[in-house]
């Protein structure tokens, strides 16, 4: 479950390293489509066990067994544990009795994303004459922008932090009154390591690398470069070549360095003693006394220094399989179908920032268990449940059911974006999904089952009532349909939606979500509830009708950020300037003003937008009931509208 998707939050999810041992032997184009080779399935497969026709406790245990099988490896999206587990889900739904839905009659529907990026062939960083090593002198950040960088002079900035007032804490500009246009900042890594814990986080969201590249970009600094200095108590000076799944670069130059390097620039006498690890003590107890008598120190221009770069980074794509299989319910396809899904991916072994992993369980397996093998193997297991009943005479109504296995979607809900967006028809169609039913994290029911998505549609909350009274399992009903998973991309297509949780844990993203810390056997109460709630969609007279909501209930956003101006980014894309809208929120605050799906947005409240990041920190300081601008593109011409933010509260 991807828990920090929100709307125009855009809250810097979880963003995820893709550097995947994706060997090409494992992917087969052709005249065919896409199919997996048989040689994943013959030397690399995971056996499928024999299973009853019934949602049991025994079958969804061979289920995510099968799943988490070590051989999967995580399920890391367009990794070849994702393969296999794909193989074997494509062989449960054929041993279900289901019939292939891919668009080109098998099971596996591809879809293709960027999945990283890499260093290319001209990569150079120089201080006057001399070439700087890459690799052990500096390195580009991922969001770097690639190309060529002119010699220019330097500044010095301290950590580079510009934040407001806060309470008792005096505004901070490290900045002053230099002019750093056309020039290169250089800037420490993180906080001080001395600031105390309620000071660190009040002041954590203005450190980021992200953040403070944007600051230098907005300063007009040709590019930052970050130093980790010896009190900043980093593992590897160099911060890694780590890529931000669906975020864009930016318009600088953005480099780390060694300290070795900065000390040569901030103190270029080998007789100095003012070394890198004193200044950074002058800065740390210089921001610690911020506010009180003693000012921060001076910003250290140097002139005399002159630093030219050539940046090239490559960007990488990737293939991610979603899986699925049609339930087909009468003598010929149905117009109206529901579908009935979860996402099979996870994290890999946690080479990203999406894993919460502790030191000590570094590079292990995330077998991702509860997220999501759980949901994964109840739709397995609904498939079969609902296959059996419909082969034995029992009547399941006359819109066929459409069961899906998800990728991508702890990249930012790639696979199932990419199907809706080829599958459902917005403005509505004579065929089409009519209904969603999503399961995320299933499999540790304690004290009642949360439903997501009831307010994505008036016949949901009747339903649920008399459904869940039959239910030995207590049902907690949430209004909220922009929920972090797979539901969202069907409800801001205008499919009406319902969601299964069970509640998060502190094995979310880690090694320890294992088979062994779940509660299977209500899970199996839970599929038996959505089987009859399925089962009633499909035998109702009409489809459920679609309720557009203008903003999410208080509970789903970070604490403090109130402003909801009701825009949707569309995460899946990497290769634009700005953020694109995959949708806006009926009668919310952006389609009011006259914001809709496709617009890309490129500057808000002032300021420059390039990305996801930008956004969000515009957002931030927006205040509800004020009008800001908001600039943005379509169809290649720009415009400029006001918007009013209301508020989430």
């Known amino acids: 479950m991807h828990h920090t998707y929100s709307r125009d939050q855009a809250q810097l999810r979880t963003t995820i390293s893709l550097s995947f041992f994706l060997f090409m032997m494992l992917v087969n184009v052709g005249c065919g489509g896409f199919r997996l080779p048989s040689s994943t399935a013959e030397s690399v497969s995971v056996d499928l066990l024999p299973t009853t026709p019934e949602i049991s406790e025994r079958d969804l245990t061979q289920h995510v067994a099968a799943l988490t099988d070590p051989r999967t490896n995580g399920r890391r999206s367009g990794s070849p544990g994702e393969r296999v587990a794909a193989d074997y889900l494509s062989r449960a739904f054929s041993a279900a009795g289901l019939a292939p839905a891919s668009e080109r009659g098998d099971w596996f529907d591809a879809f293709e994303f960027t ?99 944007m600051i230098a970009r907005d300063r007009g600094a040709r590019g930052v470069l970050f130093v980790s200095g010896p009190r900043g108590r980093f593992k590897d000076e160099l911060a890694p070549l780590r890529f931000d799944a669906s975020l864009a670069g930016t318009s600088i130059a953005a480099i780390s360095i060694s300290n070795d390097f900065a000390q040569r620039l901030l103190s270029p006498s080998s007789q100095s003693e003012r070394t890198l690890d004193t200044i950074q003590g002058e800065v740390d107890e210089a921001l610690r006394h ?60 946690g080479e990203s920032s999406g894993s919460l992993a502790d030191a000590e369980e570094a590079n292990e397996i995330h077998s ?106 207590t049902v907690q009903p949430q209004n909220d349909s922009y929920v972090p998973t797979d539901a969202t991309s069907f409800y801001k297509a205008g499919v009406p939606i319902l969601s299964a949780f069970t509640g998060a844990h502190s094995e979310y993203h880690t090694p320890r979500d294992t088979l062994e810390t779940l509660n299977l056997a209500d899970t199996e109460k839970i599929g038996e509830l959505f089987l009859r ?117």
């Open 368 to 473: 991702g268990a509860d997220d999501n093998a759980s949901g994964t193997a109840l739709v397995v297991e609904l498939a079969e449940a609902m296959a059996a009943r419909h082969q034995a005479g029992v009547d399941l109504g006359k819109r066929d059911f459409l069961f899906a296995a998800w990728s991508g979607e702890e990249l930012g809900l790639l696979g199932s974006d990419a199907w809706v967006a080829k599958n459902v028809n917005p403005h509505g169609g004579p065929e089409g999904p009519v209904a969603y039913l999503n399961f995320d994290m299933v499999g540790r029911l304690r004290d009642s089952l949360v439903i997501q998505g009831v307010g994505s549609s008036p016949a949901w909350a009747t339903l649920l009532e008399e459904l869940a009274a039959e239910s030995s399992i």
């Open 533 to 649: 709630i399925a089962e009633s969609i499909g035998r109702a007279e009409t489809s459920p009708p679609y309720l557009a909501q203008a903003a999410p209930a208080a509970g789903n956003t970070r604490g403090g950020f109130r402003v909801f101006l009701g825009t949707i980014p569309d995460y899946a894309r990497t290769d634009v300037v700005g953020v694109l809208l995959s949708g806006v929120a009926a009668a919310g605050p952006a389609e009011t003003a006259g914001l809709k799906r496709g617009d890309l947005i490129i500057g808000a409240a002032g300021k420059k937008i390039e990305n996801l990041y930008d956004y969000t920190y515009a957002l931030e300081a927006m205040r509800v009931g004020e009008p800001t601008q908001i600039r943005f593109e379509r169809d290649g011409k720009q415009f400029e509208i006001e918007v009013v933010p209301s508020s989430r509260d």
């Open 290 to 349: 911020s506010g009180d008598a003693e000012p921060l120190v001076t910003p250290v221009e140097l002139d005399q220094v002159s630093i030219e770069a050539h940046v090239e980074l490559l960007t990488k794509r990737a293939e991610g399989i979603n899986v699925l299989g049609r339930l087909q319910v009468g003598p010929s396809p149905s117009a109206e179908w529901i579908v009935i899904g979860a996402h099979y991916d996870h994290l890999g072994r």
């Open 115 to 213: 999945s990283g990026v890499s260093l290319g062939r001209e990569n150079r960083l120089t201080l006057g004459e001399e070439e700087l090593t890459l690799g052990s002198d500096w390195r580009p950040l991922a969001f770097s922008r690639s190309g060529s960088f002119a010699a220019a002079s330097a500044v010095f900035v301290g950590y580079g932090l510009v934040t407001p007032a806060d309470g008792e804490r005096a505004a901070i500009d490290e900045y002053g009154d230099v002019d750093v246009q056309d020039r290169w900042v250089i800037v420490l890594r993180d906080l001080p390591q001395i600031f105390d814990d309620d000071t660190r986080r009040s002041l954590r969201r203005y450190a980021g690398l992200r953040f403070k590249a």
